[in-house]
């Protein structure tokens, strides 16, 4: 084991060593001294906060140093008042380069990041709030209560959307019921009233010889001789009487 820890922490080494020897041989000739490089970096940050003061964002046309304002629009929020700048230090090779330039805010602090590259020049700027320990332990703790509360927010519905599915039977045989019974309904013909049963008199005109018998016994019980006066209009039966 220890021997497979010493090869290990000499290739690390040797890593180690070719790493400063490729960078110092890309310092030799770099594409800014580093007078340069401070002095360009501190003109740019004042530049952008000269643009921020005098709010000139419209006017600019490059679209790096309007990036650049923007950066610094919203680490003002954090960062306060811009006051000055506290120190600035830069990496510069022979392609490429960072300079860094500390800003003091009323509020927090600021490192604005400027990415050189040899052909195009500056490529990018960024404003970076510096937050204490105590402010990132917040931040973070912060968005994992977030993120675990939407999760668990989502967990809760889906839950619920699961469980409303054991009540979509019953809904379903309550709708087939009601379509049942609307389809009977319709089928079924329209129920009339109960009407009354309207006394129906017999038509005894053709019966001759009954009406004559008729006509004979009121002319006896009359004392008439014959039947000529008489008319039968209607007969109607007589209700039997009940025995004593």
């Known amino acids: 084991m220890k021997k497979w820890l010493l090869v290990l922490g000499m290739i690390t080494?040797?890593?180690?060593?070719?790493?400063?020897?490729?960078?110092?041989?890309?310092?030799?000739?770099?594409?800014?001294?580093?007078?340069?490089?401070?002095?360009?970096?501190?003109?740019v940050v004042e530049t952008i906060n000269l643009y921020v003061q005098q709010n000139a964002k419209d006017q600019i046309t490059d679209a790096v140093l309007l990036s650049a304002v923007e950066s610094w629009?919203?680490?003002?929020?954090?960062?306060?008042?811009?006051?000055?700048?506290?120190?600035?230090?830069?990496?510069?090779?022979?392609?490429?380069?960072?300079?860094?330039?500390?800003?003091?805010?009323?509020?927090?602090?600021?490192?604005?990041?400027?990415?050189?590259?040899?052909k195009k020049g500056i490529t990018g700027i960024s404003t970076n709030v510096e937050y204490t320990f105590k402010e990132k332990m917040g931040k973070a703790a912060l968005n994992t209560l977030l993120g675990m509360g939407t999760v668990f927010v989502v967990l809760i519905l889906i839950s619920a959307i699961i469980s409303c599915f054991n009540l979509i039977p019953g809904i379903q045989e309550k709708l087939s019921r009601k379509s049942k019974k609307a389809e009977v309904k319709e089928s079924a013909p329209a129920s009339s009233a109960p009407q009354a049963a309207v006394p129906v008199e017999e038509d005894l005109t053709d019966d001759l010889e009954l009406v004559a018998v008729i006509a004979a016994a009121i002319a006896a019980s009359e004392g008439a001789a014959s039947t000529d006066g008489f008319v039968v209009r209607s007969i109607r039966r007589a209700g039997r009487r009940q025995r004593a």
């Open 73 to 118: 629009e919203s680490a003002a929020e954090d960062m306060g008042d811009y006051i000055g700048i506290i120190s600035t230090d830069s990496d510069i090779t022979e392609d490429d380069g960072i300079i860094r330039v500390t800003v003091e805010g009323s509020t927090r602090n600021a490192v604005v990041e400027l990415v050189l590259d040899a």
């Open 13 to 43: 080494c040797m890593m180690g060593l070719t790493a400063c020897s490729e960078k110092q041989a890309n310092v030799e000739n770099p594409m800014l001294t580093e007078a340069d490089a401070l002095g360009l970096g501190e003109n």
